[in-house]
């Protein structure tokens, strides 16, 4: 029983709030069609309206294009990231940009430099360090949980 509680213990220790998280695109599909339903009054009970045959070919013609990333603006000085290299993943923290490279250090060594091409950076998953609060949910729960369990220990 202690054993499995130092390791309880020890495992919350070590545990930590903040997670990498890709931040996703806005999609600007969505967005038009969000902006559209808004203008609309929502009291028309009155039929939708045909569709001529001159907007079909509008609806035809659109398609997805998606929206350039722009790394440099991702990557911004003293940001910690995630970062996938020709399929090697790094955990840094970026220096700065020389030209059309990034200089930057691992997280856990500030004296190593790496230096990555932005062509080499896979621009869809750059993941930004963010503080996780379903994490920092659990782990309060779990605590108070076995603060309320060490009480009624004693007491009884």
């Not at 001159?54 to 603006?73: F, G, R, S, W, Y």
């Not at 076995?146 to 009884?156: E, H, S």
Request: charged fraction near 20%; include cysteine.
């Amino acid at each position: 029983m202690r054993k499995n509680l130092y390791f309880i213990i020890l495992s919350l220790s070590l545990t930590s709030c903040y997670t990498y998280q890709v931040k996703k695109q806005p999609d600007p599909e969505t967005n038009n069609k969000q902006a559209s339903q808004r203008s609309t009054p929502s009291f028309n009970n009155t039929a939708a309206p045909m569709k001529t045959l001159t907007d079909e070919p509008k609806a035809l013609n659109i398609q997805q294009t998606p929206v350039p990333i722009n790394i440099q603006d991702k990557l911004a000085p003293n940001k910690n990231v995630k970062i996938d290299v020709d399929g090697r993943s790094y955990k840094i923290i970026v220096d700065r940009w020389e030209s059309d490279s990034l200089v930057a250090h691992p997280v856990g060594s500030p004296k190593k430099v790496l230096k990555f091409h932005k062509n080499q950076i896979n621009a869809e998953k750059i993941a930004e360090k963010r503080f996780s609060q379903p994490i920092a949910d659990i782990i309060t729960v779990t605590a108070y949980a076995g603060i309320g369990a060490l009480i009624w220990y004693l007491v009884r």
